[in-house]
């Protein structure tokens, strides 16, 4: 059985800012209200990987939330250029092509980086899938890219708490479910469609939850991170 998770490190908080010193002075207000941070797209190519080797030498986790997705050479060599950085998480798309290449990236570095795969954006529901060119429903599709995540040995899963359970009994107890799309209640949406509140996730059986902007654009961001790791508290 996997070690268990405290509330406080299942929350990961996702640094979508513009720059390195934004997300810095984010994360001295947040304090040890929070203790596990992901850089996507917007910082991780505005420095955010050099911020992550910071962050990873003051005892904090990282989530490269990188998405890589190429042909299986370039994935694998990106894959193993990363490893050193010391994060725990990074992100493929799930494609089994993708994740193979992924996995053995991985393998040749000798690191403790956990591959995740991204199943389906939070952001696309059934109508999305199908202007994509699937004919599957967003749910079939998640179960389809989880299962071929667990055939490959991905350490984990990126999808909706929604599809957490079902995730769940498709890949087993040992692999990680990491959900983004989560929003306390009354939150605003965006533009995500498939979101669920964190004490849901937490009793669908989520190891992680990302939470952006919830906590970043809120006035007080480790107020915010504090009632989400104690509604997830409450929930387990
Ligand atoms: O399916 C996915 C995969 C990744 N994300 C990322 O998570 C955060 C969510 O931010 P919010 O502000 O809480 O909506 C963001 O960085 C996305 O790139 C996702 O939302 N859905």
Not at 111 to 133: C, H, P, W
Not at 157 to 182: F, H, K, N, Y
Not at 214 to 229: E, F, H, L, Q, S
């Amino acid at each position: 059985m996997p070690e268990p998770i405290s509330p406080r490190d299942r929350l990961i908080v996702a640094l979508d800012m513009a720059t390195t010193d934004e997300a810095e002075r984010l994360i001295e207000r947040i304090g040890d209200a929070a203790s596990f941070y992901k850089i996507g797209y917007r910082l991780g190519y505005a420095g955010g990987l050099g911020l992550a080797e910071r962050l990873v030498r003051g005892g904090r986790k990282v989530f490269l939330d990188l998405k890589l997705h190429d042909i299986g050479n370039t994935v694998e060599e990106g894959v193993q250029s990363l490893a050193g950085i010391g994060a725990t998480f990074l992100t493929v798309h799930a494609y089994p092509q993708t994740m193979r290449a992924a996995a053995s990236g991985r393998d040749k570095a000798g690191s403790g980086l956990k591959i995740l795969g991204v199943t389906v954006l939070t952001s696309y529901d059934d109508a999305d899938a199908r202007e994509a060119g699937y004919a599957l429903s967003v749910a079939d599709l998640v179960a389809v890219r989880a299962a071929a995540a667990k055939a490959i040995g991905i350490d984990g899963i990126v999808c909706s708490a929604a599809e957490a359970a079902q995730v769940r009994a498709v890949i087993g107890p040992d692999r990680l479910i990491v959900t983004p799309g989560i929003r306390p209640a009354g939150a605003e949406i965006g533009d995500q469609k498939r979101v669920v509140t964190p004490a849901e996730a937490m009793r669908a059986g989520v190891d992680h939850v990302v939470v952006g902007r919830p906590i970043t654009g809120a006035g007080d961001p480790r107020d915010v991170a504090r009632r989400i790791v104690d509604e997830m508290a409450a929930a387990l």
